[in-house]
């Protein structure tokens, strides 16, 4: 049997809007045209998702939240863009998520994302999968974060920024240049304070790359080298599994500089 698709009688729904079976919409909620929603997604009350927005299957948008409304960009001209949310996404009371531009497009939040109260998600953006933005988490535009970062709340991060893989960053600091995976970053302005341990540990790491990362981390961050002597020294002497490339990689390509 396919589960009805149930909207409140005060709800809005553009005609040109499309909602998969099970999703609900609360009321006082209005859905634009070109939104689809997908399969058990539960709208609450007073959420505007304005136009051109694709949310997967079973996520849950609280009271209040703003999705698929115009970039905050000053060239923006109107152009069709989009925004993306994945599947099994949380997304809390009073979010923001602004559509992309014509630089991508896009402003993309991957699965099992939890975007917490006040949160904004600027146009242009790129969240991985298992993404938590704590409270009042402020993303400037083109800014990517990849999976299983945690940000803690308060926290501006510029644009362009690059959060790596399972990054922490603590509450209240303010992100001027990129954070490297796997490490602990906080203040304002911020410093690193190691690998995030804790975490690799929880989500299953196996000891040998935890040790071959803490080993990497010595070498790039805890040596009188500069960042390309301890890259060099580090491909040759630490076992390159690929999260230690990954950890490499991201520090030889960034842009901005790192986070030390």
Known sequence: ????????????????????????????????????????????????????????????????????TDPQDLKFAGEETHLRVGDRTIIREYATLNRGTSASGWTEVGDDCLLMAYTHVAHDCRLGNRVVLSNAVNMAGHVEIEDWVIVGGLTP???????????????????????????????????IYGLNSLGLERRGFSPET????????????????????ALARARTEVDLLPEVRHFLDFIQSSERGITF
């Open 157 to 191: 991060i510029h644009q362009f920024v690059k959060v790596g893989a399972h990054a922490f960053v603590g509450g209240g600091s303010r992100i001027s240049k990129d954070v490297v995976p796997y490490c602990r970053v906080a203040g304002s302005p911020p410093k």
């Open 1 to 68: 049997m396919v589960d009805p698709v149930e909207v409140h009688p005060q709800a809005i729904v553009d005609p040109n809007a499309e909602l998969d079976p099970g999703v609900t919409i609360g009321p006082w909620s209005i859905i634009g045209p070109g939104v689809r929603i997908g399969s058990g997604t539960k709208v609450g009350p007073g959420v505007l998702v304005e136009r051109n927005t694709t949310v997967g299957q079973g996520c849950i948008i609280h009271k209040g939240a703003v999705l698929g």
């Open 210 to 229: 935890r040790g071959a990362l803490k080993q990497a981390y010595r070498i790039l961050f805890q040596s009188s080298l500069n960042v390309s002597q």
